[in-house]
Every structure is written in structure tokens, then in C-alpha cells.
């Protein structure tokens, strides 16, 4: 479903500060993967998501899409392909629109809208059936602005916008992170529920070790912008975190500190 092929992202590049970011990337997701992406400050992870959502272009390497080649094509273009959920709860909202505002607008992404703005009956009663489907009571605040929400109402807030129109693939950039361990937990609960729900091909950059090897099909372990470890079904079950530090210590020589992985495990 997603192919990247030898990507080489680096930035600042002919500068003292150039960082290699990417080295030779290569990777293929399958329609309906769930991958978790694990990796310490500074492996890639985030970047690979950015490159595959088209903020920036890769130095080297390609990107398909349904066998079509995306790697030219800018972010506002492959958006609605994608749906997107960041660390920051409040990135992907419009603070001072409501609740129902914005999963209007949501919902008419990427179709033809005419010069009509309100919400419809239509529209509010289906936004009101899939709020409920969250838990939060937010079914009963439709008209509240989304800036009075807390945290985690917002984060599944932009969890059900961006899984709305069912994107061909979900990237979920640490969005329990700024989220207090009672809240994360609700948060992952509806990332379940949504992407089982529509069989969504998803991949989520996490550092919680324990969350990446219960949730997903699949796991990926990135180190010094490579993919250091791939696996997959009955491997990627018998897992533990023990595994992983050790597979850690293993690619960094013995030298792996990374305080916020080490406390999310």
C-alpha cells in the first residue's frame, strides 16, 4: 500500500550543522498494517512521517502510494489521502470554532463544497452518533468550543476527524505523549477502536515500548535514521520489553541512554 524506497533525508546540508536524518530508508506497509515505530531522540522517526506526508522532499529515494509514484507531490495534495495526528493536543483543532465546526470541516475534506457553511441536520446528526462512539460525553457538547476541552478530549477529538473519511493511511506522530498516563491509556483505547473498526493501515511513532509491542501487527525499530528491526505476528507477541532494551544496547555499542524511553517502559 506504501513503498519507501532508499530514502535520504538530510538536513542543513554543506553546513556544520548538517544532520543525516534518513540513510537509505526501504520499507513496504501493506494494506491494513498496524506498525508501531520505536527508536530514541534523534532515530528518524518523526521525520520518516513528515516525508511520507510530504512536508518536506527527500534528498534520495522514492515514495509510492498504490504503486503511484508521490514523492513530487506537495503536502496539501497528499492530504487527503492521509489523516494525521500529532503530539501536541492542540495541533489538528481550530481552538475557537465548535466542537461540530470542526468535524464539519473534518468530514468535507477533499470534496466539492458549495457557499453553504452551517453544519446540516444531516451532518450533525451523524457527528453526534460517532462522538458517542468516544465515551467522553462530547455528543452532548456539540456547540462547546474546542478549546475548552482538555487534553485528551481534544486528542480524540482529532483522532475521530482525522479517521472520518477512512485515509488510505493513518499517521500517528506520539499522540498520547503530552497526555497523562490515565488520559493516554483512554486515547490508545479509541486508536484501537477506530483503526479495528475500518481496518486502517497505520503506522504510530510511540516511546512507550510496552504500547509498541501490544498494540499492531508489526514493529519497527529505528536507530541513526535506519530501520535496525523489522517484525512482525507471533515474533512481535512474544516480545518484551527486555528484548528491546537489549536490542537497543546492541545498535548503540553499549551506549543507549535515552531517559524517555528508559521511564516509558
Same mark, same amino acid.
Given at each position: 500500500?506504501?513503498?519507501?524506497?532508499? #530514502?535520504v533525508k538530510i538536513f542543513n546540508m554543506g553546513t556544520i550543522n548538517e544532520k543525516k536524518?534518513?540513510?537509505?530508508?526501504?520499507?513496504?506497509?501493506?494494506?491494513?498494517?498496524?506498525?508501531? @515505530?520505536?527508536?530514541?531522540?534523534?532515530?528518524?522517526?518523526?521525520?520518516?512521517?513528515?516525508?511520507?506526508?510530504?512536508?518536506?522532499?527527500?534528498?534520495?529515494?522514492?515514495?509510492?502510494?498504490?504503486?503511484?509514484?508521490?514523492?513530487?507531490?506537495?503536502?496539501?495534495?497528499?492530504?487527503?489521502?492521509?489523516?494525521?495526528?500529532?503530539?501536541?493536543?492542540?495541533?489538528?483543532?481550530?481552538?475557537?470554532?465548535?466542537?461540530?465546526?470542526?468535524?464539519?470541516?473534518?468530514?468535507?475534506?477533499?470534496?466539492?463544497?458549495?457557499?453553504?457553511?452551517?453544519?446540516?441536520?444531516?451532518?450533525?446528526?451523524?457527528?453526534?452518533?460517532?462522538?458517542?462512539?468516544?465515551?467522553?460525553?462530547?455528543?452532548?457538547?456539540?456547540?462547546?468550543?474546542?478549546?475548552?476541552?482538555?487534553?485528551?478530549?481534544?486528542?480524540?477529538?482529532?483522532?475521530?476527524?482525522?479517521?472520518?473519511?477512512?485515509?488510505?493511511?493513518?499517521?500517528?506522530?506520539? =499522540?498520547?505523549?503530552?497526555?497523562?498516563?490515565?488520559?493516554?491509556?483512554?486515547?490508545?483505547?479509541?486508536?484501537?477502536?477506530?483503526?479495528?473498526?475500518?481496518?486502517?493501515?497505520?503506522?504510530? @511513532?510511540? =516511546?512507550?515500548?510496552?504500547?509498541?509491542?501490544?498494540?499492531?501487527?508489526?514493529? #519497527?525499530?529505528? =536507530?541513526?535514521?535506519?530501520?535496525?528491526?523489522?517484525?512482525?505476528?507471533?515474533?512481535?507477541?512474544?516480545?518484551?520489553?527486555?528484548?528491546?532494551?537489549?536490542?537497543?544496547?546492541?545498535?548503540?555499542?553499549?551506549?543507549?541512554?535515552?531517559?524517555r524511553m528508559l521511564l516509558a517502559k
Amino acid at each position: 500500500m506504501l513503498k519507501l524506497e532508499n #530514502i535520504v533525508k538530510i538536513f542543513n546540508m554543506g553546513t556544520i550543522n548538517e544532520k543525516k536524518a534518513l540513510q537509505g530508508v526501504s520499507i513496504t506497509i501493506e494494506d491494513g498494517d498496524f506498525i508501531t @515505530v520505536i527508536g530514541g531522540n534523534g532515530a528518524g522517526k518523526s521525520t520518516m512521517l513528515n516525508l511520507i506526508a510530504g512536508v518536506f522532499p527527500p534528498e534520495e529515494g522514492k515514495i509510492y502510494l498504490d504503486d503511484k509514484d508521490v514523492t513530487a507531490l506537495s503536502e496539501y495534495k497528499r492530504a487527503k489521502f492521509l489523516g494525521r495526528v500529532f503530539q501536541d493536543p492542540m495541533t489538528g483543532t481550530a481552538a475557537n470554532m465548535q466542537i461540530q465546526e470542526n468535524l464539519a470541516l473534518a468530514y468535507r475534506r477533499g470534496k466539492i463544497r458549495g457557499l453553504q457553511g452551517a453544519v446540516s441536520k444531516k451532518e450533525k446528526a451523524m457527528f453526534k452518533e460517532q462522538l458517542a462512539l468516544l465515551g467522553l460525553g462530547l455528543e452532548d457538547r456539540m456547540t462547546t468550543k474546542v478549546g475548552l476541552l482538555s487534553g485528551g478530549q481534544r486528542q480524540a477529538l482529532t483522532l475521530l476527524m482525522a479517521t472520518f473519511n477512512r485515509p488510505e493511511l493513518l499517521l500517528l506522530d506520539e =499522540h498520547t505523549a503530552a497526555l497523562d498516563p490515565k488520559t493516554a491509556e483512554k486515547v490508545l483505547k479509541v486508536t484501537e477502536e477506530l483503526t479495528a473498526r475500518d481496518n486502517l493501515t497505520t503506522l504510530m @511513532v510511540t =516511546h512507550n515500548m510496552k504500547d509498541a509491542i501490544r498494540l499492531g501487527n508489526r514493529l #519497527i525499530m529505528m =536507530h541513526a535514521g535506519r530501520i535496525i528491526y523489522d517484525v512482525r505476528g507471533e515474533e512481535k507477541s512474544k516480545l518484551t520489553v527486555a528484548d528491546l532494551l537489549a536490542k537497543f544496547d546492541e545498535v548503540s555499542d553499549g551506549d543507549f541512554a535515552n531517559d524517555r524511553m528508559l521511564l516509558a517502559k
